[in-house]
């Protein structure tokens, strides 16, 4: 596919997903791509993060006015929702649909692997607009200290999530011991979360108290490969500061902490930590290999992780990589999962980021097929949610906001 059809395509999806106007119930102005005009009609976190990224390839201005709505939806305690309902009158059906946590009737109280600083230093590098950078930092830094000092009991460097859809991996088979999944579908797994959200209904809001009832507690190793790389970025945009040096510090004491506690020898795999315990979660899934987007990741883990795990073709390279499982887990579901989503076929932002990072480790080549069979899966099906993995069939919600990513690898 030429790249100026694949940007036609981009722009095409970008411009009518695109939601513009004033919120009537708090007189702010939206400008922002929702993910899918049909099933998710709102601005969600990493989704926005991944749209600005494709943007800075077609319109820098609206790049920037999708973060700067995104950093809007900051609370004063620093935290930032993963859904703001901009456009409240299409929450019923949403809802119908969906469950989300909630303290306030306008967005969630969930958040969602944090990449935006990461976003925020791209657009500054593409840009060099100082007004826009100086308004940001403020933000990012409010929210990365939300995430320290809520997210971190433990000090550990680890970071932890209170539900599944907080890592954006919502269904994957690591959670379903945790919540104790008894049927196999996406039904099931409603089930199994309502009762984590009935759990929590007096604590709502509370996170401190929520961590430490250690109903599900997970820290969450795609959560904190993110979190390091957003870590770096914001360093990185604070200059030479002392706030540099804290947020620095952080990301090394993070990725100490993944190698210290989450890297798994024997399986050649980084495994979640589930409860307060701490206990490994040895169900290997993209997420497993996400440490790889962390630069200075020693030479030797990489080396495991891509021979063991990325090149196996009875593992994650199928024909289109990188299924969200691998293939030889008993679990893994390659076609249509209706909804039991993150248990099979592969994703463009997950491509996204590991084809970055295996460039990054100096395997090109690598990186250059895992492009094209991405760009194949959109050649054959359009710009779809997620794809089969052995057949390209495009899969999930159409129209899909994120894949516009194939842009930016
Ligand atoms: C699903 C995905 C999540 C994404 C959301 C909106 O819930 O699992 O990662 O942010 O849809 O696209």
Redesign the pocket.
């Known amino acids: 596919m030429e790249r100026s059809e694949l940007e036609e395509g981009a722009r095409n999806i970008l411009l009518t997903n695109l939601r513009r106007g004033v919120a009537d119930w708090n007189g702010k102005e939206y400008s922002f791509v929702c ?2 005009l049909t099933g ?1 009609p709102f601005q ?4 926005s993060c991944f749209h600005a990224i494709a943007l800075l390839h077609l319109d820098q201005d609206q790049a920037k006015a999708e973060m700067t709505t995104l950093m809007s939806g900051a609370l004063s305690d620093g935290f930032i929702p ?1 859904i703001i309902f901009w456009e409240m009158e299409k929450q019923p059906d949403f809802l119908s649909r969906n469950i989300v946590g909630m303290t306030s009737p306008n967005y969630s109280s969930t958040m ?1 692997p944090p990449i935006i600083a990461y976003t925020v230093e791209r657009i500054y590098q593409a840009t060099g607009d100082e007004d826009f950078k100086n308004a940001a930092l403020p933000v990012l830094t409010g929210f990365y200290r939300w995430l320290r000092t809520v997210r971190d009991p433990d000090d550990d460097g680890l970071i932890a999530v209170i539900q599944p ?1 907080e890592a ?3 269904c994957s088979p690591k959670y379903d011991e945790a919540l104790g999944l008894e049927e196999l579908t996406n039904r099931g797994f409603i089930t199994a979360l309502r009762k984590v959200y009935d759990a929590y209904e007096p604590m709502r809001g509370d996170d401190h108290r929520i961590l430490a009832a250690d109903i599900f507690h997970f820290e969450d190793v795609l959560v904190n490969s993110i979190y390091v790389m957003g870590l770096r970025s914001l360093a990185r945009l604070l200059g030479d500061s002392p706030e540099a040096d804290e947020f620095s510090r952080e990301a090394d004491k993070t990725r100490d902490a993944l190698l210290a506690k989450c890297w798994d020898e024997e399986a050649g795999a980084f495994f979640d930590l589930s409860g307060v315990a701490e206990a490994p979660v040895k169900v290997v899934t993209i997420s497993s290999l996400m440490p790889l987007i962390i630069d200075d990741l020693p030479r030797p883990i990489v080396e495991r992780l891509v021979n063991d795990w990325v090149t196996a073709p009875d593992h994650f390279w199928t024909p289109y990589p990188l299924p969200s499982v691998p293939a030889s887990d008993p679990k893994f579901m390659p076609g249509n999962p209706r909804g039991f ?2 248990r099979g076929p592969s994703w463009i932002n997950t491509n996204w980021f590991l084809s970055h990072a295996l460039r990054r480790h100096g395997y090109p080549e690598l990186a250059d097929t895992i492009v094209t069979r991405s760009q194949e899966c959109i050649e054959k099906s359009g710009f779809r ?1 997620y794809y089969h993995p052995y057949t390209a069939e495009g899969l999930g919600a159409r129209d ?1 906001g ?1 894949s516009t990513l194939i842009l930016d690898m």
Not at 44 to 47: G, P, T
């Open positions: 993910p899918s998710y969600w976190f990493w989704d993963h969602q859809e954006g991996t919502d989503i993150w949610e899909f994120w």
